[in-house]
């Protein structure tokens, strides 16, 4: 049974940083792509980051592209999302997940990001 616990987020002013770090168990994480998706209040869910199963290979969507960095530690089966110059619109619930598989396991419970002005 796959399980992913996101943490690290919270509330921070507009250019500041946070990291987001997710924790996985039950999958073979060394051989999964992994990928950061965010939900903003009224929004659907979006992908925001994701990297390689070897981490070699990283994409991000424009919206973040330059502020965020999305890496893994393979050996603790962890995803991390390091956001840099936060901006209010990068407000949401940030989850992670693998975009390889159909259907995607279950989801956890997020991380709330609050970027207050």
């Known amino acids: 049974q796959v399980q992913l616990v996101e943490s690290g987020g919270g509330l921070v002013q507009a250019g500041g940083s946070l990291r987001l770090s997710c924790a996985t168990s039950?999958?073979?994480?060394?051989?999964?792509?992994m990928g950061w998706y965010r939900q903003a209040p009224g929004k659907q869910r979006e992908l925001v980051a994701s990297i390689s199963n070897g981490g070699t290979t990283t994409n991000y969507a424009d919206a973040v592209k330059g502020r965020f960095t999305i890496s893994r530690d393979n050996a603790k089966k962890t995803v991390y999302l390091q956001m840099n110059s936060l901006k209010p619109e990068d407000t949401a619930v940030y989850y992670c997940?693998?975009?390889?598989?159909?259907?995607?396991?279950?989801w956890g419970q997020g991380t709330q990001v609050t970027v207050s002005l």
């Open positions: 039950g999958l073979i994480f060394s051989f999964t792509p």
């Open positions: 997940n693998t975009p390889s598989q159909r259907p995607q396991p279950a």
